[in-house]
């Protein structure tokens, strides 16, 4: 399916309009931030602690930063931790699991059983411990969650290939004497493409949630204006005893729900084109956390 | 996935739903409740509920944990030979006379008559040199070093005693007769492992009746305390942890007072009008920003001296302190301590800061290059210092980018297993010593003296200057005061010229409490208002 039809496709269930406007509309202030934030969110343009007011939408941080401001350059930073971190994930995930359904045989069953014991493994707290260790820059904290994410798109991707390996043309090219690697790149990778773009998708909401997470308890980097970052400094400057909660926590609050939300809402949707088991459920059982769907997931 | 996803999105729920429903929140320990609430006249109060931060052991001298409010907690229970007063001037406490020879050797002391242990034996000065022995023979932290001058305790009544020095301590009457805690020869003669002793029978206006491990302390006031009766007839404790709950249950009346110094941002929601109110005063604990003194450029004083000039102090104190605190003095001594030097003073000028690094050839060799300048992630008040530190250097030619990490690994950065001796690996770094290290006169040497395996064991910088060490060596075995008090002055004055640190800020104490129960705290300078005078008077 070409990305114009897969657009088309999404377009046309509800949920998925809602997914792609909302995501539009994110992926809009992040690239145009610069534009769109009304001061500097690095600058301290005001008193600190200030409630909202004409100049100051949000009112000010902690140390007079325009809290709106943070937001919209927030944005950008939780996006691009996302986007990266699930890409780190998502290129793990399709080799190990081309490689897995490709090769089979022991190949298959160590990185499978490897995949298992990665997916048992308490995941929150590990992450926090990762992060501890390695300490609170913005680097490790996308790379760790890059590599404690991968394993469930592998397992999705591995039984994809598992199928597309069977198929005519690939078998064709093997009999002409393809090498693998040149079969894996050439035959195989552009046929779990659609499925490893729904899952990208999915990972981009389940890392900015993460994220968000982490720094919220202290753990991410607080130089890094994150929206997991402006709650952190709400969260110990007060904010949760003084009326400040208002305007310095629902909004990195909604804006991180909103964005969790219209990923979930567009992954879920392209999986479902992309899957014809979950389409046959008919419109009434499009709920969003289709039980059937994890069961996949988790192989 | 979807199912993790799905809990996670729960979590964020919980965690704004808690937002928004603050005063809900349950008490986070049971407070003493069977002891009705006085509405009185705010003086005395029958009962107190205060929270602390956490568990304390069994309070006695061997078994309580934190400086602060340990050691003051321990101060309720057990009495001192001096006390500090208000302005941590030494005042005779269990004592009445005092006297001293010429050279600071010899000291006599008379006790006071008719003091008794909580359990109803007689406190004499058997139980003085007992106890300095004790601390002398049983390895502590604190006390030990604290006594390691007394060469010998003579008992002469069981009133009178004289302690022999075997050489002048300058601040002998501060530490240890107004630090060390007194300790009954009778119950502790025969023991042997102290730090697993849990028995808690002091001397102090306060007793212990109720311990519950890791939630309540019960302490009940000392009728027959030889001051008279305590102005609180019982002070529950417990324990809350977090720092929110901790406002939230004062907020609601579960606590009347709180132990943990209060963030300036939620001063204006509990000052003034309504149930509860603030005490503030000075705080002694320091944030600096350190320097590596060993390390290009900065070894060269000029530098120093233009990164001090470049860095606008007033600005941090009101806007990451929002005024609750002091400006940082130049020669690292806070303004309310006897020995500061108030010729010394900070001098915010960038102009000046470019005109020193031109002088300096800072310019041409270190234009482009990027400085990192350190701090602890995890406390954000010296993150959002570091980012107003940085954006002051850049302003003169200074590139600084701020790196936050974890407190680990920047103890590990800045002082190497805590020795300074093992070196140093970082340029800048935002840093804080505690009270007892602004206080005591003595540390002067640890901080600033050059000897870093012996005696310059606080010189994180690795500073050097030979008239500082000549000073804080002299320093330590002066005893005239007159003479101590020049070469205070003398020292300030060289360190705000040669910029060891620079001394950003002294965080004020700001204690919350409700004073309908209780309203006659009485502040400490530096150590707030948990201590012996808020509840007893001055004799």
Request: proline share 7%.
């Amino acid at each position: 399916m070409s990305p114009k039809g897969m657009l088309k496709a999404i377009m046309k269930n509800r949920t998925g309009r809602i997914g792609i406007i909302l995501l539009a509309l994110i992926v809009f202030t992040a690239i145009f931030a610069p534009w769109l934030a009304p001061f500097d969110p690095y600058e301290r343009v005001a008193q600190p602690f200030q409630h909202p007011s004409a100049s100051h939408l949000l009112g000010t941080n902690d140390i007079g930063q325009d809290i709106l401001s943070e937001m919209i350059w927030g944005t950008r930073i939780s996006l691009s931790i996302g986007i990266i971190a699930a890409a780190i994930a998502i290129t793990l995930g399709t080799a190990i699991g081309i490689l897995s359904g490709y090769y089979r045989r022991w190949l298959d069953t160590i990185l499978m059983r490897f995949v298992d014991v990665v997916l048992v493994i308490p995941f929150l707290p590990l992450m926090i411990l990762l992060a501890a260790y390695l300490g609170p820059q913005l680097t490790n904290i996308i790379i760790v969650i890059g590599i404690l994410t991968w394993a469930g798109p592998a397992r999705v991707i591995r039984s994809q290939v598992l199928s597309i390996r069977e198929l005519g043309y690939v078998q064709a090219a093997r009999s002409l004497g393809g090498t693998d690697f040149k079969i894996m790149i050439r035959h195989i990778l552009p046929g779990v493409m659609p499925i490893a773009l729904a899952q990208f998708i999915r990972a981009v909401s389940t890392v900015i949630l993460i994220e968000s997470s982490l720094a919220f308890l202290g753990l991410g980097d607080p130089t890094a204006k994150s929206w997991g970052t402006v709650l952190y400094y709400a969260q110990t400057r007060g904010a949760f005893l003084t009326g400040a909660w208002v305007w310095w926590v629902l909004p990195p609050g909604l804006l991180i729900t909103f964005t969790v939300l219209a990923f979930a809402f567009t992954g879920y949707t392209l999986e479902e084109i992309l899957n014809p088991r979950l389409r046959s459920a008919g419109p009434h059982h499009r709920v969003f956390f289709n039980s059937e769907a994890v069961e996949k997931n988790r192989g | 996935m979807t199912k993790r996803l799905f809990y996670l999105c729960l979590v964020l729920l919980l965690i704004f739903a808690s937002a928004c429903s603050p005063t809900e929140d349950p008490p986070a320990a049971e407070p003493a409740d069977e002891v009705e609430d006085e509405p009185g006249n705010g003086v005395e109060a029958v009962s107190l509920r205060m929270a602390i931060p956490r568990d304390e052991g069994s309070l006695n001298p061997y078994t309580y944990v934190t400086g602060y409010p340990g050691h003051n907690l321990l101060l309720l229970i057990y009495d001192t030979v001096f006390q500090l007063d208000e302005n941590n001037v030494p005042q005779p406490w269990l004592v009445t006379d005092h006297e001293v020879d010429s050279e600071g050797i010899n000291w006599n002391f008379t006790l006071h008559d008719g003091i008794t242990w909580h359990d109803g034996a007689p406190l004499t000065a058997g139980d003085i040199k007992f106890s300095f022995d004790y601390y002398g023979e049983h390895s502590h932290s604190r006390w030990t070093n604290a006594v390691s001058a007394i060469e010998e305790i003579v008992i002469e009544d069981e009133l009178n005693f004289s302690i022999l020095l075997s050489e002048p301590v300058p601040a002998f009457l501060t530490n240890p007769l107004s630090d060390v805690p007194i300790i009954p020869e009778h119950i502790w003669q025969d023991v042997s492992d102290p730090d697993s002793f849990t028995d808690h029978t002091g001397s102090g206006p306060y007793q212990i009746t109720e311990y519950v491990p890791d939630q309540t302390y019960r302490l009940h006031a000392n009728a027959d305390y030889f001051l008279g009766k305590p102005a609180v007839e019982e002070i529950g404790m417990v324990i809350i942890e977090d720092q929110t709950a901790t406002f939230t249950a004062l907020r609601v009346g579960d606590i009347d007072i709180a132990s943990r110094s209060m963030q300036p941002e939620l001063v204006g929601d509990f000052a003034g009008e309504g149930e509860t109110d603030i005490i503030t005063g000075p705080g002694f604990t320091s944030s600096l920003l350190q320097i590596n003194n060993e390390r290009e450029p900065f070894n060269d004083p000029l530098v120093r001296k233009a990164i001090s000039r470049a860095i606008d102090i007033d600005d941090l104190v009101d806007t990451v302190m929002l005024g609750y605190g002091t400006a940082g003095s130049p020669g690292y001594i806070h303004p309310d301590l006897p020995h500061y030097n108030p010729d010394v003073e900070h001098i915010y000028d960038p102009n000046e800061a470019v005109t020193l690094l031109e002088e300096a050839g800072f310019i041409d060799t270190y234009g482009d290059h990027e400085f990192e300048l350190l701090t602890r992630s995890n406390d954000p008040l010296r993150v959002r210092t570091a980012e107003m530190i940085a954006v002051n250097l850049n302003a003169v030619g200074i590139n600084v980018s701020v790196q936050a990490l974890d407190s680990a690994t920047l103890d590990d950065l800045v002082w190497p297993e805590f020795d300074t001796s093992q070196g140093r690996d970082y340029d800048l770094s935002i840093w804080g010593w505690s009270a007892p290290i602004m206080i005591d006169p003595e540390r002067l040497g640890g901080l600033f003296h050059s000897d870093l395996e012996d005696r310059g064991t606080l010189n994180i910088g690795a500073y050097t200057n030979n008239n500082v060490d000549t000073l804080t060596e002299e320093i330590s075995v002066t005893v005239d005061p007159g003479r101590q008090q020049d070469i205070f002055n003398q020292l300030q004055v060289i360190l705000a010229d040669t910029v060891p640190f620079v001394t950003l800020y002294y965080p004020d104490g700001i204690y919350a409490y409700r004073p309908d129960t209780y309203d006659n705290w009485t502040y400490q300078n530096g150590q707030g208002v948990l201590n012996k005078l808020s509840f007893v008077n001055m004799p």
